[in-house]
């Protein structure tokens, strides 16, 4: 019974059709470089060696390059331009901006004065020196938006600080995000891009500072809508297209004689003995039947017990012995396509259930033997009947052997 060769073997052969229908229809459409990988993926090692699947890939596929003109998308400041509620998530992040950095001007004098009071041998934890020290801090004028506006355009420091705050408050990037529907993370430029244009929007409604002042140009150049992209394409070498395709059709057919002449062994040896029947095709009056017929009466027990194996194993096939054959008169063989071990049962003789290991032949050959000698071959193991839970939990123990 090869039906471990014969899995493999259909297995392959299902790969090599793939491959097959990809080399002949390979230019009916656009591919991309994942389709052409997973094309030579499916040539069997046994043919192409890891080696092998590389340089033909290399061969196989040239490389075209493609140029394509799609809708650009939008920069940050365009969309921007097209809703007001980006001004607000701005001016409240210049409000903030404004007293971090008034906090930031009084600390500094505050160290400042420290630093001038030591030096002078002062008491700088005395009342009066920190009563002073408050009151120079507090007379510390806080920055207006327009000055901060102001510094961001005109001094490089500035910008530099207040980009860095663009990008760490949450609260500006969600909130500007939100008001342009950007999708995407905002980066330095983008966001000075987006200011630029908020404030030019803001000055259009009447803000105190001229774009002069700002050294902004009045118009802004304007983007086309769309752009070119440039890319690569694999595309099929012809007649090393070809070549490959000759090597694995002749395989597929040596597959395909193969798998037939499995198939027609493995028909023609089961004919022997046996009636073959797919497990859907027989039930318990169809057991009763059949060896009342031929003189023999079934217990209800050893029915269940036939019918607890097909309904807890499932297996793919089930051969009853001829009624008119000699060594194998009743026995019952469940058969698992993919396993080489069957499950018999004979009800006729004995008090056990055999799990017997092999190909069909010798399985065969098992079967003719006496009770003890089964016992002892080297490729069977048996349960005794007995109580049905203890029973079909020892059988399920020695199917693994």
């Not at 089961?270 to 029947?277: N, W």
Request: aromatic share 8%.
């Amino acid at each position: 019974m090869d039906s471990t060769d014969i899995g493999e073997l259909r297995s392959m052969l299902a790969r090599l059709d793939k491959v097959s229908i990809g080399l002949r229809s390979w230019s009916s459409k656009e591919r991309t470089w994942d389709e052409s990988r997973t094309l030579i993926d499916n040539l069997p090692l046994r043919l192409f060696s890891l080696e092998d699947r590389t340089n033909e890939s290399r061969r196989i596929f040239l490389s075209e390059t493609v140029t394509d003109e799609r809708k650009r998308q939008k920069t940050f400041a365009e969309l921007v331009t097209s809703t007001d509620d980006s001004l607000d998530v701005f001016l409240l992040f210049i409000n903030r901006s404004c007293v971090a950095d008034q906090k930031s001007t009084q600390e500094e004098l505050r160290l400042k004065l420290i630093d001038e009071a030591k030096s002078e041998g002062r008491d700088i934890d005395s009342q009066q020196f920190f009563s002073e020290v408050s009151r120079k801090i507090k007379a510390v004028a806080k920055t207006t938006q327009y000055d901060m506006i102001r510094k961001f355009f005109t001094d490089a420091a500035t910008r530099t600080w207040l980009t860095s705050r663009m990008r760490t408050d949450t609260k500006f990037v969600r909130g500007l995000a939100r008001a342009a529907r950007y999708g995407r993370s905002l980066t330095s430029d983008d966001l000075q891009q987006g200011a630029a244009e908020i404030v030019r929007k803001l000055i259009s409604y009447g803000m105190p500072i001229t774009l002069e002042e700002l050294g902004m140009p009045k118009e802004v150049v304007g983007l086309p809508d769309t752009e070119q992209v440039t890319r690569t394409r694999p595309i099929l070498n012809a007649p090393v297209a070809d070549e490959i395709l000759q090597i694995v059709e002749r395989e597929i057919r040596r597959i395909r004689l193969a798998v037939e002449q499995i198939e027609s062994d493995r028909n023609r040896v089961t004919e022997l003995p046996f009636e073959i029947f797919p497990p859907g095709e027989w039930d318990a009056d169809d057991l009763i039947e059949r060896f009342r017929s031929g003189g023999i009466r079934l217990t209800e027990q050893e029915i269940r017990r036939l019918e607890v194996i097909k309904d807890t194993f499932k297996p793919d096939r089930i051969a009853v012995g001829k009624l008119d054959s000699q060594g194998y008169r009743g026995y019952f063989v469940f058969i698992f396509d993919g396993k080489e071990r069957v499950i018999a049962e004979n009800p006729l003789y004995g008090n056990a259930t055999y799990i017997i290991k092999g190909k069909w032949e010798e399985i065969l050959k098992v079967l003719t033997l006496s009770k003890s000698e089964v016992r002892r071959h080297p490729q069977s193991a048996f349960v005794v009947h007995r109580e049905k839970q203890q029973w079909l939990q020892d059988l399920r123990l020695k199917f693994r052997f």
